[in-house]
């Protein structure tokens, strides 16, 4: 498994330094390069990333957390699940849970409700989804990968980019469904086990 390659640098110049640290660890760049551009939204939105320790093990839901971020500025196509072509926001899901977990989730945000388990709202943690229902009469129509913080990243809709929101955010608070969780948050990925097996650690 290989995690997601397209890059995107972010102008985060408007961001406080005290952040630099956080977004390090969470493998984002810094300092910004000069001409990279970001929404209003997600720079504000960034205060929210939780701090990963650079010097730990990962687990799963950390990278999957850092593979949603990585799509940041990816433009949105509808049916797209690829960096490269573009995502939607269940191709974006699919495509991160695919490369890291090596899960294979259903295409649609409906479908993917359907699958793992239901958590509350005040359970949620880092690489759970979070579902909304955005158009009238049709039950759930969008997901996107919780990051913590009351924050998640998604891909919105046509003519926008993957970005990051808060669930305090009036829209996406009164259009949200339900959450679900496909891995166990403490879950290390398979590959540092055997490293630390072969080590005698």
């Known amino acids: 498994m290989t995690p997601p390659t397209r890059k995107v640098r972010l102008n985060l110049s408007a961001l406080p330094s005290f952040l630099a640290a956080p977004l390090l660890a969470l493998g984002l760049s810094w300092p910004p390069t000069a001409h990279a551009t970001n929404t209003p939204e997600a720079i504000a939105s960034m205060q929210g990333l939780r701090l990963i320790d650079p010097l730990t093990v990962p687990s799963l839901s950390d990278m999957v957390v850092r593979a949603g971020l990585d799509a940041i500025g990816t433009p949105y196509v509808w ?16 495509f991160v849970y695919r490369e890291i977990v090596g899960m294979e989730l259903p295409r649609t945000a409906r479908a993917q409700r359907l699958e793992g388990t239901g ?11 979070v579902f909304f229902a955005t158009m009238r009469r049709r039950g759930v129509s969008h997901v996107g990968i919780y ?10 809709t046509r003519g ?38 072969d080590t005698g650690q």
């Open 147 to 156: 990051i913590g913080q009351n924050q998640f990243v998604h891909a919105p």
């Open 119 to 129: 958590i509350k709202k005040t359970e949620l943690k880092p690489g759970d989804l």
């Open 160 to 197: 926008s980019k993957v970005r990051v929101d808060s669930l305090d955010n009036s829209y996406w608070s009164r259009h949200y469904v339900a959450a679900r969780r496909y891995i166990e948050p403490s879950t290390v990925p398979q590959g540092h086990l055997i490293a630390k097996a």
């Open 79 to 94: 049916g797209g699940e690829d960096p490269d072509a573009g995502f939607d926001c269940s191709g974006l899901t699919q």
